[in-house]
């Protein structure tokens, strides 16, 4: 095990010092609840950039917030794409929920390698804490587990290695706060801004599980997959080409998950071939869901996107989405 609690990496600042922080791009405003005073970043797949996790520290810093960068955070990886020990990993994790100050917990970046310790986890522990975990991309794995076990809180949200940039889109920063805060009846101001398509026309509403699609379906036959009956679905990827979209929309068909969730909502696909091979793809699989299905949300490995709580209640009617945030 790498280094003991001492000799963690910890920025201490008065919590109610800052409200907001100039980061060169302008004013950003603390997002975070004031509750929320000590943040742990743990690498739960690939190993972060430190240049990233310095400035997401010193954005924390200037929202009054103390962070902890948990000691294996930084561990030499095993080979290409593949992460540090899981052991080394899972420890960070646990020990962060064992700190009773941490509030907390960030992700410092995708890759892979969350779903090697999902039977790791000490689920009741995260269960009694229900404090937040925040990330995406790979984290998928740790958020529907989450969310099957029903411990702590599940936020799809940028990681270290975006968060500064991020934060100053206002659509992220308002979907962030309000995933803490929830307010009924909040409108995600879609329609009107981006080019959503409506691939099959319906009203939906249910509980909105956003995930990565090829992370979700590797987790298909695992006990870590919650029940997605009645589901709004928000799926994004990265660099998948257009065939292996198909065969992962094929193998959520063949699973059922296709008839049982209430509407399919389609985020963005960076890399994914274009769009038109895409949206083929998409139209072919509109009629296995008995509801909307519609392509374009701003949702996925961007950084003026979405962040979405597991669980809150959807409605859409029209393109427009309503929140109605009952968790």
Same mark, same amino acid.
């Given at each position: 095990m790498a280094g003991s609690m001492s000799q963690v990496k910890n920025s201490k600042v008065r919590p109610s010092m800052y409200s907001c922080l100039n980061t060169g791009g302008g004013m950003i405003k603390n997002p975070f609840p004031k509750h929320i005073r000590h943040v742990a970043i743990v690498s739960l797949a690939g190993k972060p950039n430190r240049d990233a996790i310095s400035s997401t520290r010193k954005l924390l810093k200037g929202f009054g917030i103390r962070t902890t960068v948990m000691p294996n955070v930084f561990a030499p990886e095993l080979g290409d794409k593949l992460p540090s020990p899981c052991e080394l990993r899972i420890s960070d994790f646990n020990r962060a929920l064992k700190d009773k100050t941490v509030d907390l917990v960030l992700s410092s970046r995708g890759g892979y390698g969350s779903a090697q310790?999902?039977?790791?986890?000490?689920?009741?522990?995260?269960?009694?804490?229900?404090?937040p975990v925040l990330g995406y991309s790979d984290i998928t794995a740790f958020h529907l587990a989450m969310f099957a076990k029903k411990a702590g809180i599940a936020i799809s949200s940028p990681m270290t290695s975006e968060l500064p940039r991020a934060l100053r889109h206002s659509l992220t920063w308002e979907c962030l706060s309000s995933s803490f805060s929830p307010s009924? %009846?909040? @409108?995600? #101001?879609?329609?009107?801004?981006?080019?959503?398509?409506? $691939?099959?026309?319906?009203?939906?509403? %249910?509980? @909105?599980? #956003?995930?990565?699609?090829?992370?979700?379906?590797?987790? $298909?036959?695992?006990?870590?997959?919650?029940?997605?009956?009645?589901?709004?679905?928000?799926?994004?990827?990265l660099c998948e080409p257009p065939y292996k979209l198909d065969r992962y929309l094929t193998h959520l068909q063949l699973a059922g998950v296709l008839k049982d969730i209430s509407a399919l909502l389609l985020g963005n696909f960076r890399r994914c071939g274009n769009e038109k091979e895409r949206l083929k793809i998409f139209a072919k699989f509109a009629d296995k869901v008995n509801g909307p299905v519609i392509s374009g949300i701003p949702f996925g490995h961007i950084k003026r996107r979405l962040c979405i709580r597991f669980g809150s209640e959807i409605e859409i009617d029209n393109g427009k989405f309503f929140a109605k945030q009952k968790i």
């Amino acid at each position: 095990m790498a280094g003991s609690m001492s000799q963690v990496k910890n920025s201490k600042v008065r919590p109610s010092m800052y409200s907001c922080l100039n980061t060169g791009g302008g004013m950003i405003k603390n997002p975070f609840p004031k509750h929320i005073r000590h943040v742990a970043i743990v690498s739960l797949a690939g190993k972060p950039n430190r240049d990233a996790i310095s400035s997401t520290r010193k954005l924390l810093k200037g929202f009054g917030i103390r962070t902890t960068v948990m000691p294996n955070v930084f561990a030499p990886e095993l080979g290409d794409k593949l992460p540090s020990p899981c052991e080394l990993r899972i420890s960070d994790f646990n020990r962060a929920l064992k700190d009773k100050t941490v509030d907390l917990v960030l992700s410092s970046r995708g890759g892979y390698g969350s779903a090697q310790m999902l039977d790791k986890v000490d689920w009741q522990l995260l269960e009694k804490r229900n404090i937040p975990v925040l990330g995406y991309s790979d984290i998928t794995a740790f958020h529907l587990a989450m969310f099957a076990k029903k411990a702590g809180i599940a936020i799809s949200s940028p990681m270290t290695s975006e968060l500064p940039r991020a934060l100053r889109h206002s659509l992220t920063w308002e979907c962030l706060s309000s995933s803490f805060s929830p307010s009924p %009846g909040h @409108i995600f #101001p879609l329609a009107e801004k981006y080019k959503l398509k409506v $691939i099959k026309k319906g009203k939906a509403s %249910g509980r @909105i599980i #956003p995930v990565n699609l090829t992370v979700l379906t590797t987790m $298909i036959g695992t006990p870590y997959l919650p029940d997605l009956k009645g589901a709004v679905l928000l799926v994004e990827d990265l660099c998948e080409p257009p065939y292996k979209l198909d065969r992962y929309l094929t193998h959520l068909q063949l699973a059922g998950v296709l008839k049982d969730i209430s509407a399919l909502l389609l985020g963005n696909f960076r890399r994914c071939g274009n769009e038109k091979e895409r949206l083929k793809i998409f139209a072919k699989f509109a009629d296995k869901v008995n509801g909307p299905v519609i392509s374009g949300i701003p949702f996925g490995h961007i950084k003026r996107r979405l962040c979405i709580r597991f669980g809150s209640e959807i409605e859409i009617d029209n393109g427009k989405f309503f929140a109605k945030q009952k968790i």
